[in-house]
């Protein structure tokens, strides 16, 4: 059983991720944010479920698509947007952007667009708290695409290898830009089959459900650190508008119109609303004072990333070798 409290934390968070972004893709016309961006609207459980509980000592990584692993681990909205606006109260002091968010004192350790890439420095970070002897979980958010990298099947080899505790999440959306899943990997492909392969205990779970993802979640995380031993998660969802920007793009058809309506029946935000307030635990009074005190409190983070400076030429330069 999930108490009432949770149950509207839950929501509440997800709500966090789904307004943040809505707000960035309404003004990302105003030219201010001049990164690219790439959106998870639709894609708010996954995060939110895996993410839910974990201490600031535990750390998250990421790739691309990061804005919801950062949100639900806790990371500072302020400066989220300073990072999108280029300006020096930024969490990557404006040198990154929106592709290369961090932030250290939550334990979101990172975020990096090379697709692959950040599953090594995830599993590298796991060993390092086994040297250490340190008890602390990592997790390793990644897309379908990321799996048909050499660097995940090393990754999951040697952490099967070195018994590291760490939880390596899959998030199948089924594209990659405009690549469907079918036409990228074999359709007798099944990802936790290879994670057992390696040695690696697995599961999946659907990706819009999110008191599923955060009561399982829970149990693997327990498994985990129990175990010392990593775990694979795989979870389907559906990301609502293009991979890169702020729009829709269905009417360029590379994803088929029945398989958007199913997806968009199952929004994982309109749903739980639903469920809520079918339990009572919710009303349409509370659900709006929700959702307008996320958005004041973004309306006022907004306005401090715009009013920031941009960094000197001399931080410019701070980072790049001579
Ligand atoms: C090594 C590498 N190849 C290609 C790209 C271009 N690229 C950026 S995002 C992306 C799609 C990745 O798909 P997936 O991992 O499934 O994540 P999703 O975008 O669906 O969240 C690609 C191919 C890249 N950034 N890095």
Redesign the pocket.
């Known amino acids: 059983m999930i108490s009432k409290k949770i149950q509207i934390k839950l929501l509440e968070e997800m709500l966090k991720i789904r307004l943040t972004e809505e707000m960035i893709a309404k003004k990302y016309y105003e030219q201010k944010m001049r990164c690219p961006i ?1 959106l998870s609207i639709g894609q708010e459980a996954t995060a939110t479920g895996v993410c839910f509980g974990l201490k600031d000592s535990d750390k998250v990584f990421s ?3 990061s804005h919801a692993h950062y949100i639900a681990k806790g990371g500072s909205i302020k400066s989220l947007l300073s990072e999108l606006h280029g300006k020096i109260s930024g969490c990557a002091k404006g040198l990154g952007g929106s592709m290369h968010l961090l932030d250290l004192n939550k334990g979101f350790s990172g975020a990096v ?4 890439s950040s599953i090594p420095i995830a599993t590298g970070t796991a060993w390092a708290n086994k040297l250490k002897k340190l008890n602390d979980l990592v997790i390793i958010f ?5 799996t048909e ?1 050499g660097v995940f099947f090393e990754s999951l080899d040697f952490a099967s290898l070195k018994k590291l505790k760490i939880l390596f999440v899959c ?1 199948n ?1 089924f ?3 405009y690549s469907p899943i079918d036409k990228r990997q074999s359709k007798k492909r099944n990802l936790c089959k290879i994670a057992n392969s390696l040695g690696i205990k697995s599961t999946f779970i659907d990706g819009n459900d999110i008191e599923n993802i955060y009561l399982k979640t829970k149990q693997i995380k327990k498994y985990i650190k129990k175990n010392s031993e990593p775990f694979f998660l795989l979870l389907n969802t559906f ?1 609502y508008i293009e ?1 890169c920007g702020p729009n829709n793009d269905d009417h360029l058809k590379y994803r088929n119109i029945n398989t958007i309506k199913f997806w968009e029946k199952k929004c994982p935000i309109v749903n739980y609303q639903k469920k809520l307030i079918k339990r009572k635990i919710l009303d349409h009074k509370k659900l709006t004072k929700l959702k307008k005190k996320i958005f004041n409190t973004l309306i006022k983070s907004f306005k401090y990333a715009e009013e920031q400076n941009f960094p000197t030429k001399k931080i410019l330069n701070e980072f790049i070798d001579a």
């Open positions: 790439h790739a691309h698509r667009p090379i697709v692959g990644l897309g379908d695409g990321a990298e998030e959306n594209f990659s830009v990301r991979h």
